[in-house]
């Protein structure tokens, strides 16, 4: 059971362009939600969160959207710059729950 | 500067082999996770501790164990390495839920482990 998904397995944008990763999730109780940012053979770094009592949050070129009665949230990133092409996870947490959940990823690509 | 540190960048074991994946913090976190990342899956949960001899399982603990012996110290063990185990393995640390407005967790660098 994926209660946090990421339907889009990759994406393409070209630099200087506006980049939307979005994701859903199923289960009602999350309370904090979190994007990473992974490159190739190193370990994700986190990039930006959001308590569920927003429905923004801005750092940067980084924003995150969320939309609590649909249940989804999105990362936008603007402007796209060379260096964003990695592999970005959403990831949300329940109220006292020790443990993160992740969705599948999404890999961005930048193109020049 | 916090830090998570993966004994490993690559290892390659063979089937049946018994394989330790050892991984400190130094910043002094009670929470520390065991994760795998294979393509299409994401990241999903093996083990977890959120306290020095105290584990939980994951997702998917089938095959793999798990030892907290001290408190910056989390390491996976695989009894009998198959070749399904192959894989991106990714540790983490984090605060206990609560103590913190930020709860994000922290990984390491991440060990790719083939099994031949």
């Known amino acids: 059971d994926q209660q946090v998904k990421q339907n889009s397995p990759s994406l393409s944008v070209q630099e200087g362009r506006i980049s939307i990763l979005n994701c859903d999730y199923t289960n009602s109780m999350f309370d904090y939600f979190l994007w990473y940012k992974k490159y190739p053979a190193e370990g994700p770094t986190f990039l930006i969160s959001?308590?569920?009592?927003?429905d923004k949050n801005e750092d940067g070129r980084f924003t995150v959207f969320l939309n609590k009665s649909a249940k989804h949230l999105s990362l936008h990133i603007v402007p796209s710059q060379p260096g964003d092409s990695a592999v970005y996870f959403c990831?949300?947490?329940?109220?006292?729950?020790?443990?993160?959940?992740f969705g599948q990823g999404t890999r961005l690509t930048i193109n020049p | 500067d916090v830090k998570v540190t993966q004994s490993s960048r690559y290892l390659v074991k063979r089937t049946g082999e018994k394989v330790f994946l050892e991984c400190v913090q130094d910043?002094?976190?009670?929470?520390m996770f065991w994760y795998r990342q294979d393509p299409g899956l994401g990241l999903r949960l093996i083990y977890f501790?959120?306290?020095?001899?105290?584990?939980e399982k994951g997702d998917i603990p089938e095959g793999y164990s798990v030892s907290r012996e001290k408190k910056e110290r989390f390491s996976l063990i695989l009894e009998s390495a198959s070749t399904n185990q192959t894989s991106m393995y990714l540790c983490?640390?984090?605060?206990?839920?609560?103590?913190?407005?930020?709860?994000?967790?922290?990984f390491g660098q991440g060990t790719r482990l083939t099994v031949v």
């Open positions: 990831a949300a947490k329940i109220p006292g729950a020790q443990k993160l959940v």
């Open positions: 959001i308590s569920s009592i927003k």
């Open positions: 983490a640390s984090s605060p206990p839920a609560g103590t913190h407005m930020n709860t994000e967790a922290f």
């Open positions: 910043m002094d976190h009670e929470n």
């Open positions: 501790s959120y306290d020095v001899k105290m584990k």
